[in-house]
């Protein structure tokens, strides 16, 4: 299977010790868990929801990789929460963070849920037909694999990469500022 992760270009692409701050899917020193998007949006509204990013001004300063990872075909477990807490802030990671330590305590190694950042129907893709046209409107999904990521093999597909501006009327932003944690990745 085939992911999108962006990242900081400073720093390695996945992380691999439990040093990792917490994040939906994982606690304080339960990492490494890897976090994907089937789609480049979906990877894109992670960064633009937790950066807290709605100005299109703003997107012309980002500069971030874009990565291509082949997470190999292993099934992932699909995490059923109300819609509210998949999607929902800050407040309803705990919730999240304990149905994936449920799931990694049966053996899963692979979570997959909507994605929290992308509006309903917003990992549209493009299409072309008599020129550039948005795509069917699909739910993005959010793939994390817990563990080491020496089996993991990436590509990166944009350096110094922004996105489109566009994808920001697709992102659900918080609702209210609220303080985050930052991490360099």
Not at 15 to 29: F, L, N, S, V
Not at 73 to 80: E, T, V
Not at 147 to 171: C, E, H, K, M, Q
């Amino acid at each position: 299977m085939i992911v999108f992760r962006q990242v900081d270009a400073r720093f390695p692409f996945l992380w691999e010790d439990a040093a990792q701050p917490a994040g939906r899917w994982h606690a304080a020193g339960e990492g490494p868990a890897h976090y994907f998007a089937d789609t480049p949006a979906g990877a894109w509204a992670e960064f633009l929801r937790h950066e807290e990013i709605a100005d299109r001004a703003d997107l012309a300063t980002i500069r971030r990789q874009m990565w291509v990872v082949d997470i190999g075909d292993s099934p992932a477990a699909r995490i059923n929460l109300p819609a509210r807490v998949l999607t929902g802030g800050l407040d309803s990671y705990p919730r999240c963070q304990r149905a994936a330590k449920r799931a990694r305590d049966r053996g899963v190694r692979r979570i997959t849920a909507r994605s929290a950042a992308l509006t309903s129907g917003g990992a549209r893709g493009m299409r072309v037909d008599n020129g550039v046209r948005p795509g069917e409107p699909r739910d993005g999904m959010v793939i994390v694999v817990f563990g080491s990521p020496r089996d993991l093999v990436g590509w990166p597909a944009g350096t110094d990469a922004r996105p489109s501006s566009d994808l920001l009327n697709r992102v659900r932003h918080f609702s209210r500022r609220l303080p985050i944690a930052t991490t360099p990745r």
